[in-house]
């Protein structure tokens, strides 16, 4: 009996370690490509990888026109992203009856000649449905209000670092 047991606990924890890996492979490729749209100025890519919660708040047409003007804001005011990378995706956790990760990322970024290095974070809340994940700049889940009326009663195990702004000029 015990060696049933055991053979069933090691193909459980086998079988959870795959998937937790599978997650993480999932939330690195939407992460990604999150940050290739900031790079691309894609609204629409943007607005896919957005958690629906903030989609439904202000509408996905809405979205993408803000996220146009933003860009073409940046543009006239010759702000440009220089490069937008992943860093590491942290431990996947399972909380309120959804899978949950934090995404580091660094921008980098010209403002009309002042470089400026942003170290970030994404926080990911995955929909099983779809295997993608969404996303909410984890600084807002923190620190705006807005953001934190649409999830009034978010708590995370997770540690949520703040930005890190780095002038380099």
């Known amino acids: 009996m015990k060696t049933y047991i055991l053979i069933f606990l090691l ?6 370690s795959q998937k937790i ?24 890519v943007l607005v896919k990888y957005t958690h629906p ?4 708040k202000f509408g996905k047409d809405q979205m993408v026109d803000t996220m ?13 992203i220089v490069s937008s990378e992943v860093n590491e995706v942290t431990e996947i956790k399972k909380e ?5 990760c934090l995404i580091k990322t660094t921008v980098q970024m010209d403002f009309n000649g002042r470089q400026i290095t942003i170290k970030s974070s994404l926080f990911g809340f ?12 984890s600084n ?7 953001t934190q009326a649409l999830f009034p009663k978010f708590k995370t195990e997770i540690q949520i670092p703040e930005d890190e702004h780095i002038s380099e000029n």
Request: charged fraction near 40%; hydrophobic fraction near 30%.
């Open 96 to 100: 309120n009856k959804e899978y949950r």
């Open 126 to 137: 995955y929909d099983k449905k779809k295997s993608q994940w969404y996303f909410v700049e």
């Open 11 to 16: 193909i459980t924890g086998n079988v959870f």
């Open 68 to 80: 146009k003007d933003i860009f073409r804001t940046m543009t006239a005011q010759k702000i440009k």
């Open 21 to 44: 890996d599978t997650l993480k492979e999932e939330a690195l490729r939407d992460a990604k490509a999150t940050t290739q749209a900031s790079l691309d100025k894609d609204p629409n």
């Open 53 to 56: 919660k903030i989609i439904k």
């Open 140 to 146: 807002k889940l923190l620190n705006d209000p807005e």
